[in-house]
């Protein structure tokens, strides 16, 4: 319904503005905010992720964060163990199944 829709609309303006202070805010005004976006811990990527994941429940919302980062440490692996089996990529000097080889481990992760 429009009520509800507009309720969580409301919440996620809310959430972002509190979320988004430290890159509101002009830097210098609050050294312990210059100092933890500088650490590069939090960046504007946690921010959308908040913001993607926000759901009309709190167990909606628990659920999508968790596959979420389900989904972000199975992409991890699979750059991980592809590193590790061809260090060098794919470049011109290299054999073609190791570019068929990434497509089919990006085929089997979606």
Known sequence: TFALNAELAFRNAC????LGLPFLIPTGHVKS???FTATGLY???????CVFNL????????????????????AVFHIWALW??????VTDDTP??????GVADGIVFI
């Open 15 to 18: 959430c972002m503005v509190i």
């Open 55 to 74: 759901g009309k429940s709190f167990g909606e919302t628990v659920r999508n964060v968790v596959h979420g980062i389900k989904g972000s440490l199975t």
């Open 43 to 49: 960046t504007l990527g946690c921010v959308f992720f």
């Open 84 to 89: 590790a089996i061809f260090p060098l990529s």
């Open 96 to 101: 073609p199944y190791v570019f068929w080889i």
């Open 33 to 35: 905010l210059d100092d």
